[in-house]
Structures are given as C-alpha cells and as structure tokens.
C-alpha cells in the first residue's frame, strides 16, 4: 500500500508510520502540492491524505486530478480539514469525490482505526485467479459474533458474498486479529431485510476482512 502525504510538515507522516509497518507498504510526503499531482501516474498512491489548512487553494485541485484516473474504491483521498473549514465546502468535496473528511487531532488519536476502517470500506476486495469472485451487494448488513479466541464482541457489515460464502468487513479492523483460516465461529448472527439468523461459520480466509463460509447445523459433524 502506498499512502501519499501532502502536507507542510513531518507530523502526519510520523504519525501514520506505524501503519505501513503493521499492514506493509510506504509513505511518500510531498510538501508541494502541485509536485504530488504531476507524479499521480508514476506513484499510482493507493491513500492520498491531503492536510487543507496548509493548501486551501489546491486541495480541489488534487482530488480533480486523482479522479481523472482513478475511482473512490481504486485510490482513497482523505482530506484533513479544521473548525474553519466551510459546510458548503464539504459539500463540494464530497460532490468532487473525497472518501473523507477528518480533523488533524482525529486522525492523530485514532490514526490506526480510522485509516483502516477507510480502507476496508472502500477498498475492493483481492479479486484471486484460484478462488471465486465476489459480488458487491446492494446494501450491506450487519453481521457480530464472538471471537473464539479471546471471546470479544465483534461487529460489522457483509459487503460482498457468493452462494454461501460473504466477505465480513469488522467496524473495528483489528478485532479480528489473532483469528486465522480454518477457525469455526459459533453462533454468528444477521440481520437481512428485517430478519435476524444465527449460524455458524468457516473462516476461509483472513485479511483486511474475513471470509466466511456459512456452515449448516447438519454439516456441523464433520467439522467439530
């Protein structure tokens, strides 16, 4: 993964370090904002995280560029405003594609969380040559069970599925840490179109997210 951090100064920078070491990648930083746009096509970021208050003037500039190639779901930008930053301009920046908006102290404090969070809702999903192709649904529905490890709440939301198998994405990214491929869930339970299920799950594979594979109570014997 390659964040690209457009700002005047080394603190985001220092501050999001951890996370490439965590997930892998690396952090380009541009103090020029016009120097980061000329090289888009040659960086190809995968997060750009641009700070408004040192730019005012470019920062409508740089998320029109990024979007000349790339999609919200392809390369995120996320815009770091302040208590000064207009409500008719985050209407602009939604309208000209921002996946979002934050405010310095939050991404500060929360920097891991946040940044992740982003990344799994907008990111597509691996597409593998060995295994099936997920579809994206309409609208995705919550999903919470217990870890088996340690037998914490976890929730979120199914964003893609096939046949019996979803990609769960977790609200808090690093809840499901510590689960690994082949683990049996209990209990799993949804909520779709007004109705709540409970079952039991196969994770599949682990990621960002999880892929679960949704077991039924008579398959259960040759698992357990």
Same mark, same amino acid.
């Given at each position: 993964?390659?964040?690209?951090?457009?700002?005047?100064?080394?603190?985001?920078?220092?501050?999001?370090?951890?996370?490439?070491?965590?997930?892998?990648?690396?952090?380009?930083?541009?103090?020029?904002?016009?120097?980061?746009?000329?090289?888009?096509?040659?960086?190809?970021?995968?997060?750009?995280?641009?700070?408004?208050?040192?730019?005012?003037?470019?920062?409508?500039?740089?998320?029109?560029?990024?979007?000349?190639?790339?999609?919200?779901?392809?390369?995120?930008?996320? !815009?770091?405003?302040?208590?000064? %930053?207009?409500?008719? +301009?985050?209407?602009?920046? *939604?309208?000209?594609?921002?996946? #979002? $908006?934050?405010?310095?102290?939050?991404?500060?404090?929360?920097?891991?969380?946040?940044?992740?969070?982003?990344?799994?809702?907008?990111?597509?999903?691996?597409?593998?040559?060995?295994?099936?192709?997920?579809?994206?649904?309409?609208?995705?529905?919550?999903?919470?069970?217990?870890?088996?490890?340690?037998?914490?709440?976890?929730?979120?939301?199914?964003?893609?599925? !096939?046949?019996?198998?979803?990609? %769960?994405?977790?609200? +808090?990214?690093?809840?499901? *840490?510590?689960?690994?491929?082949? #683990? $049996?869930?209990?209990?799993?339970?949804?909520?779709?179109?007004?109705?709540?299920?409970?079952?039991?799950?196969?994770?599949?594979?682990?990621?960002?997210?999880?892929?679960?594979?949704?077991?039924?109570s008579k398959e259960l014997e040759g698992i357990a």
């Open positions: 993964m390659k964040l690209l951090i457009v700002a005047e100064n080394d603190n985001l920078k220092e501050t999001l370090y951890g996370y490439t070491e965590i997930h892998g990648g690396s952090i380009i930083h541009y103090r020029h904002p016009l120097k980061c746009m000329d090289n888009y096509d040659e960086i190809e970021p995968d997060v750009v995280i641009f700070n408004a208050p040192d730019f005012p003037r470019h920062w409508k500039l740089a998320i029109q560029s990024l979007r000349e190639n790339w999609d919200r779901k392809r390369a995120l930008f996320i !815009l770091i405003i302040d208590e000064n %930053f207009p409500a008719e +301009e985050a209407d602009k920046a *939604a309208y000209l594609g921002i996946n #979002a $908006l934050v405010t310095r102290e939050d991404l500060e404090r929360n920097g891991f969380s946040r940044l992740s969070g982003l990344v799994c809702r907008y990111s597509m999903a691996p597409e593998r040559s060995d295994g099936p192709v997920f579809r994206r649904v309409k609208e995705p529905y919550p999903l919470m069970f217990m870890n088996p490890e340690n037998l914490q709440f976890i929730s979120g939301v199914v964003e893609r599925e !096939l046949m019996n198998r979803v990609l %769960f994405f977790p609200s +808090e990214p690093t809840a499901i *840490a510590g689960i690994e491929p082949g #683990a $049996l869930i209990r209990n799993c339970s949804w909520e779709k179109r007004g109705n709540i299920e409970t079952f039991d799950a196969l994770v599949k594979s682990r990621g960002e997210f999880l892929e679960l594979e949704i077991i039924l």
